[in-house]
T-cell receptor, first 110, second 112 residues
Framework: QKEVEQNSGPLSVPEGAIASLNCTYS??????FFWYRQYSGKSPELIMS????GDKEDGRFTAQLNKASQYVSLLIRDSQPSDSATYLC??????????FGTGTSLTVIP | DAGVTQSPTHLIKTRGQQVTLRCSPK?????VSWYQQALGQGPQFIFQ???????QRGNFPDRFSGHQFPNYSSELNVNALLLGDSALYLC???????????FGPGTRLTVL
C-alpha cells in the first residue's frame, strides 16, 4: 500500500469554478500535511501546510484535514488558467521523511 | 536572499558512469534533502543531511551517496548509472527544527 495516494487525473475545470483535489494517507501517526504545486518542467513549490483537523484558508486556497479518515484535500476557488499544474500532496511524521503522492494534474479551461 | 540552487541544470551520462550533483541551500537553512522524481511520479526521498551527516535514508541502493559540507551545501553522487536512474533530481532545504522545505530547480539527468 502506498503511503500517499492521489487521483492522477487529469482534472479539468472551467475558469472561475472550484477545483477539488484529494489525498489519502496510510500512516495514522502522520502529523504534517502539505500541498505543493508543480508546473511542467519546474520544481515543486509549497502552497499550504496544515497540521490540525479542519480547514485552513489562504487566499483562494483552502486545505482540509480529517485525521480520523486519513484524508486531506485542497480546494481552489475561482480557478484561473494559471492554476493549471500538477498538485502534489505530501505527508510527514514528526522529524521523519516526507512522503509524496504521484500528483493530480489540473487543467483550468478558459 | 538566494533560494535553493542546484547545478548542473541538465546532464547526460551513459550507463555505468558516475555523476555528482550539487546543491546550495536557502540562506539560513542547515538541512538538505535529496529526491528523485521520475516522469509522471511524485518525488521519492533519497536521503537527508544535517550537520554533515546522513540523518535519514529512503529506499535507495548504496550506489546513491551524498555529502554535506560545513557551509551546508551538499552533493549527491550516483555510481554505476542505470537507465532507470534517468529522472529529475531535486534538492530541498529546510531548517533543522522546521517542517517547511523549499525545492531547488532540479537537475535533469538522462542516462543513455
Amino acid at each position: 500500500q502506498k503511503e500517499v495516494e492521489q487521483n492522477s487525473g487529469p482534472l479539468s475545470v472551467p475558469e472561475g469554478a472550484i477545483a477539488s483535489l484529494n489525498c489519502t494517507y496510510s500512516d495514522r501517526v502522520s502529523q504534517s500535511f502539505f500541498w505543493y504545486r508543480q508546473y511542467s518542467g519546474k520544481s515543486p513549490e509549497l502552497i499550504m501546510s496544515i497540521y490540525s483537523n479542519g480547514d485552513k484558508e489562504d487566499g483562494r486556497f483552502t486545505a482540509q484535514l480529517n485525521k480520523a479518515s486519513q484524508y486531506v484535500s485542497l480546494l481552489i476557488r475561482d480557478s484561473q488558467p494559471s492554476d493549471s499544474a500538477t498538485y502534489l500532496c505530501a505527508v510527514r511524521q514528526d522529524g521523519k521523511q516526507f512522503y509524496f503522492g504521484t500528483g493530480t494534474s489540473l487543467t483550468v479551461i478558459p | 536572499d538566494a533560494g535553493v540552487t542546484q547545478s548542473p541544470t541538465h546532464l547526460i551520462k551513459t550507463r555505468g558512469q558516475q555523476v555528482t550533483l550539487r546543491c546550495s541551500p536557502k540562506s539560513g537553512h542547515d538541512t538538505v534533502s535529496w529526491y528523485q522524481q521520475a516522469l509522471g511520479q511524485g518525488p521519492q526521498f533519497i536521503f537527508q543531511y544535517y550537520e554533515e551527516e546522513e540523518r535519514q535514508r529512503g529506499n535507495f541502493p548504496d550506489r546513491f551517496s551524498g555529502h554535506q559540507f560545513p557551509n551546508y551545501s551538499s552533493e549527491l553522487n550516483v555510481n554505476a548509472l542505470l537507465l532507470g536512474d534517468s529522472a529529475l533530481y531535486l534538492c530541498a532545504s529546510s531548517s533543522e527544527s522546521g517542517d517547511t522545505q523549499y525545492f531547488g530547480p532540479g537537475t535533469r539527468l538522462t542516462v543513455l
